[in-house]
């Protein structure tokens, strides 16, 4: 089990930034492709991005492509998620995830474990 703390979140202004960090522990970290969702009050978690285990294959959902990027420190077991332009639809809380390609789509793992989140809001 790959258990997962997520930080950094904050309250910003649009067009502000924030860096999101997710530290990982359990197993062998590098083995896991990972990814980031978040969840706006009243609405269903939703797929932000993912990375792949060597870091090397990345892949984001249409609305936050070109402002975020997702990266990773295997040595340090984290991810993190580096939000630029913020928007105040991005206001949400912020999960970390391992994440894999299931039903047509990238998915977090029913195996793995959800953090606590982090929350972020974008004021305008």
């Known amino acids: 089990q790959v258990q997962l703390v997520e930080s950094g979140g904050g309250s910003v202004q649009a067009g502000d930034s924030l860096r999101l960090s997710c530290a990982a522990s359990?197993?062998?970290?590098?083995?896991?492709?990972m990814g980031w969702f978040r969840q706006a009050p009243g609405k269903e978690r939703e797929f932000v991005c993912r990375?792949?285990?060597?870091?090397?294959?990345?892949y984001y959902t249409h609305s936050v492509k070109g402002r975020f990027t997702i990266s990773r420190d295997n040595a340090k077991n984290t991810v993190y998620l580096q939000m630029n332009s913020l928007k105040p639809e991005d206001t949400a809380v912020y999960y970390c995830?391992?994440?894999?390609?299931?039903?047509?789509?990238?998915?977090?793992?029913?195996?793995?474990?959800w953090g606590q989140g982090t929350q972020v809001t974008v004021s305008s």
């Open positions: 995830a391992v994440v894999i390609w299931y039903g047509g789509k990238w998915s977090a793992s029913k195996d793995g474990s």
């Open positions: 990375i792949s285990g060597n870091g090397a294959g990345t």
């Open positions: 359990g197993r062998t970290f590098s083995n896991y492709g």
